[in-house]
Structures are given as C-alpha cells and as structure tokens.
C-alpha cells in the first residue's frame, strides 16, 4: 500500500492525483463532475487514472456538496428546537445587507432555510453566566419533537439554547430524549459544534449543519461503499475548509467544516510551496470552472478567518480568509442593457461551455479562450476531448460582437478585460484594503483557467512574478496530499487581558487541548505525536472585530499586549491604548502528515517550441503568432519570452508580450516583466 490518492470535485471538472510514496511519481487525470451523482464523478476520475485501489494506503477528498446542497436547497428537512420565546433567533438574524447590496433598495434576503412552524421552544433556561433559571422540561422537549416529526415531516433537528456555550447540560438532555423517543431523525447540537458566544451565529451555524448534514452523510457512505467495492481498504479523510483534514466519520459528524474543502487543498499546497519556495509573501490565484478564490499568504501561513459566510447564512467555523467571486471557465459572458458582463451565472458541468459540444448555447469565459486561439481544439484535456471551436466562434459573434457592434476577437477579449477587472477587484479586497503592497508578492496561478489570466493580472497589478506549478489544474488534489489531519475547538471567555489572570486559565485551556487529543486519537494520530496551538482571540475593549495570537504556554498578559499590537498594526496600520479584551480562547490539534517531495528535472539548453499559432496578445491587443511549447518537454534554465503558451493538456499558461518565461529545477514555470529576474 504505497499510493496515495487525491480527489478534488469542482463546479465542472473532477481532479484526481495519484502519488507513489516510493518513487515520488505523480499522475493526474480530470473527469467530467456528475452533479445529479457525485460520487460517480469521483469514482469516474479515478478509473480515468487506472488505480488499483487495493494498494492505495490513504485516500483523501476535497467537496463542496455541502456548500452546493445549501445554494441549491437540497438539504434535509430541517427544524430547530431551542428556548421557549426565542424560536424566532434564525428567522430574524441581523439587520445588516449584504456590501454588494448596499444601495439596492429591492432586495430582499433569500429564502430561509427553515420555515417558522419548522421551528419549537421548549421550557428551560440558563443565564448569561451559565446558571439555571428554569430547569430543562422533559415533557415539553418530547412535545416539540413530537410536533417536528409527526406532524411536520422533519428528518433532521438543530438544538441550540441560550448560553449553552457555558454548560452543555440542556442540550444533551434535551438531545438523550429525542433519540430515545425518535432513534432515526438526524440531531444536531451547537455546544457539539462550536462552544462560543453569539447566538444568531451559533444558531445558524448549528441550522447549516443540520440543513446538510443528512445529504452529506449520505454522499461519503456511497463513496466509502464505491471505493470498498473497488478494493480500497486505507484510511479516508476529507478537507477541512480551515485546512488540515479529518475523517469520513468526523466529517459527517461535522459536515459544515467541508463547505469549502476544495479551494482549501490549494491553499494548504501554497503554503507548503511557500516554505519550500522561499516566497514569505505569496497570493493564490486559483480559476476553476465556476469561481475564483483568491488568498494571501504570509510567512508560510494562509490567513486564517474564523467565521465563514453561506450566502447570507454566518458559520462559526474556521477556515481560510478567501476571496471568492463568481468568474471561472465556465462563467458565462452576457449582456446587460449593452453592457458585457461575466457571471456569476456558469455553464457548470452540464451543458458546459459551448465549445463542449454538449448543448451549451451561451457563451463562456472557456469559449472566449478558444476564440482567441489560447487553446487548441485537438489536444484539450491531453487529446481526450475535443473543442467545437466554430461553435464557439458562433456564440461569441451572435451573442456579444454583434450586438456590441464588434469583432469577434474583440469582443472575446473583451470577456477577458471584464473578468480582469473583476479578478483585480477581488485581489485588492485581500491586500490593499487589508494594508498589503501586493508589488512585493509572487501570484501562484493554479486551476483550469489560473494560469490563462495570472500573466495579465500580474501585470495589472504591478505583482513582479508568477508561479505556475505542474498540472496547476490538479493543484488543489496535489496540496491535499500534504494536509496535516486538524481539529479546532474553543471557549468563550468574554473579560479584559488587564483583568484576568492567565494562569487561571490554564485549566479551561487544558480541558480544551483533552478534547484536541481525544479527536486525534480517534483519527488514527497516534498517542504522543499530536501537536497542540494556543490562541487567543483578541480585541481592543469597544472594537466589534477581533485578531488571532498564538500565545503557546505564556501567562504573560505584557507579551499578550505586545503580540497583539503588533499584528493590528500590521492589519490596520495602527494601535490603541485601550485595554485588550479576550473573547475566546483557541486550541488547534495536529497529526503531521508526511509531505510529498517537490520533483526535479532534468537540466537543458534552449527551450524549442512545438509549434507556432495565431492568438490574441494583450500585450499589443493584436493577433499575432504565438510560440506555443508543450510543458512535458521543457527542462530546468529554460528561459523563452512571450508572445507564447504553455500547453499541458489540462491548462494552458499565456504569456503576452512583454514578460518572460523561466523554467526552474521542479519544472515550475517563473514569469516576470521582460529583462526583470526573480
């Protein structure tokens, strides 16, 4: 058992990569994503690869079903029981509109997940200390179960009370009934999923699991019985959206901690490739089929968030700070009124773009990139499928030249000047409004459709260099391989640095680290090998938002201050003088995994193109002929100069003019400015 096996589902491709730990060999395949059967996706990719699964000693999965359930409301039946008065806390939510929405006077919130006579208080009651006001009712829980089930059909219950952060009790009693009275509805319990105060978003995030978590558990069970029947006998894990990975059974214990395990695999490769690369300052740049994501890392660590947005749903749980967008491969082109616009609307899977040739008619950001001869129609996907590039040519002109009164390059360049600006826009959000030059950043392009725009956003943006790895459309299956096995858990704390003492705390945060380890050892991390990080979760008294230190054993409030200072100013570009108040404290378990070696290649002389082809330049906004060189063949100190592309098969890397091209000793690809060196 000497394979490892990474699997990847996105919007339009499934991404599976097979590591041999022996010889240190990768092999990639992508496979068409089955969104009415996903895990016929996954099990498609990986007879694309011709694994035998019997030898593969660990398989692990990156998702977004769960996040996919929740934009296309095809979760469980879901009620919520929770305190009598206050059955209304998920349906009001707050006051706040979306930033996107600000000045639109029309809109209106999208439809609750969970409809009011879904929902049930019972009696019982702890105050804002954890103290008991009003003993838990056994006879109204059975009731408001009763009345869930029986009468309203529902399959799967969120139970969440008022400062249940501070003492469990209620709900696990509250939870012990129902099982007894109903064993098959699916429960959900807050104080199981995240032990902070804030009781709309503990709320909500307690509903999201709920809402998904029948589907979820559904979906890994025919995964695990697809991969048993094909022979595989290792350990399965799935991505955590705060990096890391847990188990299959953990995550359908906590399937909201998978929303957004896709774009995490890439993350967690960028961050490796940083400590390995020596890039301290390094931005993802990640295009799939649907979405854009987009994530600062710095000092070898990703930006770390740890309350996520599902539409307008909060979730209390950790995870990368990504900017997403809705502008990928499949992003279809349109107009508004006269004005070109790309998605967020996207072709997906099925029908896919035009050129797919599988009754797609509008068309797409992949459509544009075959009209401006960045991809050949006979070698997509390594030769394995074909491009209906007249078909494309045919929906550009019809649907955007011709209405904008345009050539048809032109309007496909056009598509790609929208979806620049977009992607500029989003890239700003992440560092020049968060108090980073993104000039001193190296842009790691990966994904599909990364490395079509990485070149030209680079030169946007001032960003000096970008990276382009091997196979980037298989990156985020790649970074999966070197995730470490995670689990986070907290405690509200709510009192100022000044006034507590820190070693008071050591118990909470010890009680904290049992539960760390005890998850670890359940996920097969052997005894002594785990690793525990400390965190406090800090703001200046008045402030509504808060900053991570990691405080590893120090009880000294002084060095608190002085951590914390310094990465407000690194944030926000100043400091205060107001007293510090901590609202949580944090403790991360870790079971290292051994990491996949960077490959080498072989060294070379000149780099010799395949062949040459007319496409689009930006650099001149000409067409003109492009030098266009097959990946597979270039050598370490290869160095060449755009116009040119990159073909790999399953990605294409274009270079305009005015940047060139250096090939490193693992076969990255480093382009800069002309004449400028990294």
């Known amino acids: ?41 996954v099990l498609n990719a990986i007879a694309a690869l011709g694994t035998d699964l019997s030898r593969v000693e660990l398989f692990i999965h990156g998702t977004t079903l769960g996040l996919n359930a929740v934009l296309e409301r095809r979760g469980g039946n879901t009620g919520i029981i929770t305190n009598e008065g206050f059955r209304d806390i998920f349906l009001i939510g707050r006051g706040n509109v979306p930033a996107d929405h600000m000045y639109d006077f029309r809109y209106q919130r999208p439809e609750s997940l969970v409809q009011r006579r879904f929902t049930a208080g019972v009696k019982g009651r702890l105050d804002y200390k954890g103290n008991v006001v009003d003993e838990l009712d056994p006879e109204s829980v059975r009731a408001a179960a009763r009345e869930l089930v029986e009468n309203q059909g529902v399959t799967s219950i ?18 012990r009934i129902i099982r007894a009275a109903y064993p098959d509805v699916s429960l959900s319990l807050s104080t199981d999923i995240v032990r902070e105060y804030r009781e709309y978003e503990r709320t909500s995030t307690t509903v999201l699991e709920a809402y998904i978590r029948p589907i979820f558990e559904r979906y890994v069970d025919e995964l695990e019985k697809g991969l048993a029947d094909q022979g595989f006998a290792g ?46 300052n390094l931005l993802t740049f990640d295009i799939g089929g649907t979405s854009l994501d987009a994530c600062v890392i710095e000092k070898g660590s990703a930006v770390a968030a740890y309350e996520a947005q599902l539409e307008h749903f909060p979730l209390l749980i950790p995870t990368y700070d990504i900017r997403t967008i809705g502008a990928g491969g499949g992003s279809i082109a349109w107009l508004d009124r006269g004005l070109l616009k790309v998605g967020p609307q996207s072709a997906g899977a099925a029908p896919g773009p035009v050129c797919y040739g599988r009754g797609g008619t509008q068309p797409t950001v992949t459509d544009a990139a075959v009209v401006l001869g960045f991809m050949d129609p006979e070698r997509f996907l390594a030769g394995t499928m074909g491009l209906a590039d007249e078909a494309a040519r045919d929906a550009v002109r019809d649907q955007l030249a011709e209405p ?35 000039r001193v950043f190296s842009l790691l392009a ?81 005894s002594g090998e785990g690793v525990l990080e400390r965190q406090f ?92 060189y097959d990946r597979a063949e270039l050598k370490a100190g290869n160095t060449f100069a755009g116009p040119a592309l990159v073909d790999e098969g399953t990605s294409t890397t274009v270079v305009p003019s005015g940047q060139d091209v250096t090939v490193d000793e693992h076969g990255y690809l480093h382009v800069t400015l002309a004449g400028v060196a990294k």
């Open 1 to 41: 058992m000497s394979i490892r096996l990474a699997v990847d589902i996105g919007g339009t491709f499934v991404d599976a990569m097979e590591l041999d730990t022996r010889t240190g060999k990768v092999r990639f395949r992508k496979a068409s994503t089955t969104p009415a059967h996903p895990a016929q996706g």
């Open 158 to 175: 969120a139970i969440t009370f008022l400062h249940s952060f501070l003492d469990p009790t209620h709900e696990r009693e509250a939870a």
């Open 235 to 280: 350990r399965f894990l799935i991505m955590r959206s705060g990096g890391g990975s847990m188990t299959g059974a953990v995550a359908k214990a906590s399937p909201t901690h998978t929303v957004l395990s896709g774009p995490a695999g890439g993350i967690v490769g960028a961050a490796y490739l940083a400590d390995e690369l020596g890039r301290d």
């Open 404 to 438: 904008l009164g345009l050539s048809v390059p032109e309007a496909a360049a056009g598509v790609f000047d929208v979806l620049l600006a977009k992607t500029v826009g989003a890239v700003r959000q992440i560092t020049v409004e968060r108090g980073h030059d993104p």
């Open 446 to 526: 990966f994904g599909g459709a990364g490395p079509l725009l990485a070149p030209l956003l680079a030169r946007e943006m001032g960003i000096g260099e970008v990276l382009v790895p091997f196979a980037p459309s298989g990156f985020s299956a790649w970074g999966m391989l070197s995730a470490d096995i995670v689990n986070d858990f907290s405690r509200t704390v709510m009192t100022t640095l000044d006034g507590a003492d820190l070693a008071q705390l050591e118990p909470l945060f010890k009680e904290t680290e049992a539960e760390a380890l005890a998850s670890l050892s359940a996920q097969g991390v052997p």
């Open 537 to 628: 979760e800090l703001r200046y008294l008045g402030q509504e938002h808060s900053l991570m230190v990691t405080v590893g054993s120090t009880s000294d409030a002084e060095a608190v201050r002085t951590a914390f200072d310094e990465v407000h100013h690194a944030r926000y570009g100043h400091t205060m003088t107001n007293p510090l108040q901590i609202l949580n404290l944090r403790v991360r378990g870790i079971g290292r995994t051994a990491r996949p070696e960077l490959p080498s290649i072989e060294a070379g002389g000149a780099a010799t193109p395949r062949t040459h082809r007319e496409a689009f330049d930006f650099g001149t906004r000409k067409i003109v002929p492009f030098a266009v």
